[in-house]
């Protein structure tokens, strides 16, 4: 309701924010200014804008005046209509005009603010960026109550909070001003969203039955020019009238609530009030579209009809006057009467709206519009046509009517809510109006102000809690507003974190430990070991290091310490553990059980370990040869692999759960792979089929150690363990030369100095070697944790089943190995003795068709041999044997050499 001088200010003061925000060029876009006059001193307006939130649209009289004054002005074909306040309402029927009109939808647009109106016409669903409606504004908020009263389509909802500008302004009309509110607080925002609408914009190039300009605009015809007569007219003389009805309706439905719970027809007058007033100018409007002299003489008559009254004041004034009403008025019914007062006859009054009509209560008809006659009647009691607002029972009286509410609460104390209180029982003191009820959205408790000051303890949660204060008077008017408060308890501040060290399962191996962490930044942060302390950084980060940690464990606890406030305290346990394992078992078994009585000897490829520590943490293990890590295990026993014919250096390194670590002394390891081999078995015996025997072969240059071995059957028989020792090669051990013998049962088995007699027993039932086959397996046993095989026979799959050589006859011939250095495994490393190269007799006293305690005939036909003959001149023929062509030596004597034979 603004003057047009205003509104053009308002329009200057637009083009200057979007000339300093808008990322358009000032060149592109034409500002226009389209203004409908206020008219009845900006009360008609109000309840126009009433009635078009209540009900309906009052006239297209301003919406015609605007588009006929704009049309010559605008050339473009792009249109955003800024409506503000009851512009909304002309923006949005504009909108609706033009599209009407031909205009493609995609060229014109609608912004709206401070907008009474439930919609955007250019959209479904009215979202952010299409209007700006502020919380703050008071007049939208007094609206919606109207519209919730009445059951009708409410404002659009407030989707921004703009602080208030100017406090000063009169309640109803305060945060809803273009240029002191809405452009002062939020400048940004509106020229952004007004950027984007114009960015959304589609210029057309044809258009589609428009004769001038970019629409067709309105016809100035017998009916628009008759309202604008009418006004011209009447603005003047219904000016107090409406000012005043205006008033008593606002101050009935502000006493609403009150009203309702006390009287039953409390709202009924305010009703019927406002809808006289809205009716009287749609009625007005109607008789002028639908007749023309007639028209204009009832708004003529309607105008000389209304009563002198003094002059208006501010419309919605904080403190309206009071109203009087004579003996001899009528009035409708009044609400606080008596059922049995009697009720004046009424006159023919305004109609009633439909949503006015209560439960039981008779429908008044709308009345005729007035003829000349009755119009001259009606100029001779003023009183007829006076509004009725709230009477006093039909008779004579004053009512004060106190439609305004209290101004929202002040907080003197506490005065400064920048810091967290630290109890959460806090009492708020304050100013409010005189005799009002002060109350929270927190919690029902309430106070009285008395001479204006008020205090209400309230007992808050910790955290931030909104608190909001209203003030409600002794008429029930409660402030839109309250007074939000963020308000902060913390009674404790967050406990220190330790995030180093990361964990504390395993022991330090140090006495000084530096512990960091998080915390209120600020805090000073203590432990309980010692008097150490340190403060957290702007970050929150601390660190503190400590000395002296005793073996052992430690239970440890920090808190933190800010502003008086103190927190929990965070406790760790931790150990310290400064000393070493001590390594208390390291052995090789093979070495524990050696082959060799001088040294550490292993028949095998593959050594078996033991250790261990005295430490009672859990301790892991790295093995070492020649100083190079073979494994990490946390096992106390494990194998590693050493190569043949290699001498190696193996140690353990002990590492506890502190890290403190201990290393054993050096084990040194000879691996010599079949350092004992299976050599010759008689498993056909001699002449005699029992006399079985079996030999064996130093391939080393040491005496070795039989004791833990063993000749073993797969099918457990027999079962030999060994004694005593074995020589080398080319050492002396009673001549034998590296060879053990083992025969069975009887000494004189052979006519050689066996090793070992003793009965080819075992596991299972019977004694002997099989003639058909036997699997043996020379074993070395290692004290009972371990065994390792020094060699083999061929399984029985590798012959068919049978021995792989030797021969079962009347004079048997032994099963000799070629190559003792081969495995013995393999079925092409074993033949069958010559026949030629033998030794020694049975118990019978016949040759043997073997070679006990002496190199093989297989081993000596794989070496270069060779023989000569009578003369001795003859030359040396290596390999093979001679034999004579006529059978008979008559060719001469011939002499072999093989390395048996001549030693």
């Known amino acids: 309701m603004n003057t047009k001088e205003e509104a053009e200010v308002s329009l200057k003061n637009l083009i200057k924010t979007f000339r300093d925000v808008s990322t358009y060029k000032m060149d592109n876009i034409i500002f226009k200014l389209g203004y409908n006059p206020s008219r009845y001193a900006g ?42 306040s009851q512009g909304s309402f002309y923006a949005n029927e504009i909108y609706r005009y033009l599209i009407e009109d031909g205009l493609p939808k995609e060229s014109v647009g609608v912004y709206l603010l401070a907008s009474p109106a439930s919609e955007v016409a250019d959209t479904d669903i009215a979202k952010d960026g299409d209007y700006l409606t502020s919380t703050n504004d008071n007049l939208i908020w007094e609206i919606r109550g109207w519209t919730e009263f009445f059951n009708s389509p409410r404002p659009l909802e407030p989707n921004i909070l703009i602080p208030i500008s100017n406090p000063n302004v009169a309640k109803l009309w305060r945060g809803h ?18 950027d984007e609408a114009l960015g959304e914009l589609r210029a057309e190039k044809d258009i589609n039955n428009v004769e001038t300009g970019c629409f067709n605009p309105p016809q100035n015809n017998f009916s628009y020019k008759t309202k604008k007569a009418f006004f011209a007219a009447t603005d003047p003389v219904i000016t107090p009238t409406i000012n005043y009805t205006a008033r008593g309706i606002v101050g009935a439905y502000k006493a609403g609530s009150f009203a309702l719970n006390t009287y039953d027809r409390g709202f009924d007058a305010a009703v019927h009030t406002l809808g006289s007033v809205v009716y009287r100018v749609q009625n007005l409007f109607a008789s002028a579209e639908e007749t023309g002299k007639q028209g204009k003489t009832a708004l003529l008559s309607a105008a000389s009809a209304s009563p002198s009254l003094p002059p208006p004041e501010e419309f919605f ?20 009467a008596p059922e049995t007062s009697p009720t004046p006859s009424l006159p023919s009054s305004p109609p009633v709206l439909q949503s006015s009509k209560l439960a039981g209560e008779e429908e008044i008809s709308p009345e005729p519009a007035l003829n000349a006659e009755e119009n001259n009647e009606n100029e001779k009691n003023d009183n007829l046509n006076t509004p009725n607002i709230i009477g006093g029972g039909g008779g004579s009286g004053t009512v004060f009517l106190d439609s305004t509410a209290p101004s929202k609460p002040v907080i003197t104390s506490p005065s400064d809510f920048s810091a967290p209180f630290t109890n959460g029982l806090i009492t708020f003191e304050g100013t409010a109006e005189s005799g009002a009820t002060v109350s929270t959205d927190f919690s029902n408790d309430s106070v009285l102000s008395a001479n204006g000051l008020w205090s209400l303890a309230l007992s808050l949660e910790e955290g931030t809690t909104t608190v909001t204060f209203y003030a409600t008077d002794s008429n029930g008017n409660r402030g839109l507003y309250g007074s939000s408060l963020d308000v902060g308890v913390q009674s404790s501040i967050e406990a220190p974190a330790i995030v180093s060290p990361a964990s504390f ?71 310290v553990d400064t000393i070493p394992p001590a390594i208390s078992l390291f052995e090789i078994l093979e070495c524990q059980y050696s082959l060799s009585p001088l040294k550490c000897l292993s028949g095998t490829e593959t050594i078996n370990l033991q250790y261990g520590s005295d430490s009672t943490s859990p301790v892991s293990y790295k093995i070492y040869r020649d100083g190079k890590l073979q494994k990490t295990t946390s096992d106390t026993a494990t194998t590693i692999s050493v190569p043949d014919g290699l001498k190696a250096l193996i140690t353990v390194v002990a590492t506890d759960g502190a890290s403190n670590t201990a290393t054993s002394s050096a084990i040194t390891v000879n691996i010599s792979k079949f350092p004992i081999v299976i050599n010759e078995i008689a498993w056909a015996g001699t002449t005699d089929s029992s006399d079985e025997w079996v030999e064996l072969y130093n391939r080393t240059a040491l005496t070795l150690d039989l004791f833990n071995v063993a000749l073993v059957s797969a099918d457990g028989v027999p079962e030999i363990n060994f004694s005593g020792t074995i020589g080398f090669r ?79 006859s009347t004079t048997p011939f032994s099963m000799e190995r070629i190559d003792p250095n081969i495995s013995g495994a393999i079925a092409l490393n074993w033949a069958t003795n010559d026949g030629l190269i033998i030794n020694g007799t049975d118990s019978n006293g016949n040759n043997i068709n073997g070679t006990p305690m002496e190199t093989n005939s297989a081993s000596a036909n794989n070496n270069p041999i060779g023989y000569y003959c009578e003369p001795k001149d003859a030359s040396f023929l290596p390999g093979g044997y001679y034999a004579p062509t006529d059978g008979s030596l008559s060719g001469g004597l011939c002499t072999y050499i093989s390395p048996a034979i001549s030693g």
Request: glycine share 10%; proline share 5%; net charge negative.
């Open 43 to 84: 009360v008609a307006d109000t309840v126009q804008a009433a009635a078009q939130s209540l009900f309906t649209k009052v006239t297209n009289f301003d919406r015609d005046t605007i588009l006929m004054q704009i049309h010559p002005e605008i050339n473009t074909q792009k249109i955003l209509l800024v409506g503000h």
């Open 317 to 336: 004034s904080p403190s309206p006057p009071p109203f009087s009403f004579s003996q001899e008025s009528e009035a409708l019914p009044s609400p606080l």
């Open 505 to 575: 399962s395993s022991a330090f191996s140090t006495s000084t430990i530096t512990f960091e962490g998080t915390s209120e930044a600020g805090a000073v942060i203590s432990q309980d070991f010692s008097g150490a302390t340190t403060t957290a950084g702007a970050g929150g980060l601390w660190s503190l290091t400590l000395s002296s940690f005793p073996e052992g464990d430690t239970a440890l606890g920090f808190a933190g310490k800010k502003n008086g406030l103190a927190s929990a305290t965070t406790t760790v346990n931790l150990s």
């Open 730 to 808: 080319n050492g002396s051990n009673n001549g034998k030369f590296g060879h053990y013998l083992i025969e069975r049962t009887a000494s004189n088995t052979t006519s050689m100095n066996e090793d070992l007699a003793v009965a080819f027993s075992g596991s299972g039932s019977g004694s002997g070697l099989s003639n058909t086959h036997e699997e043996l397996r020379l074993v070395h046993y290692l004290g009972g944790f371990a065994t390792s095989t020094l060699d083999s026979t061929p399984p029985r799959t590798e012959c068919g089943g049978v021995w792989c050589a030797g021969l079962a």
């Open 177 to 194: 001003s273009f240029s002191g509110e809405y452009l002062a607080g939020a400048p940004a925002k509106i020229v952004r969203d007004i």
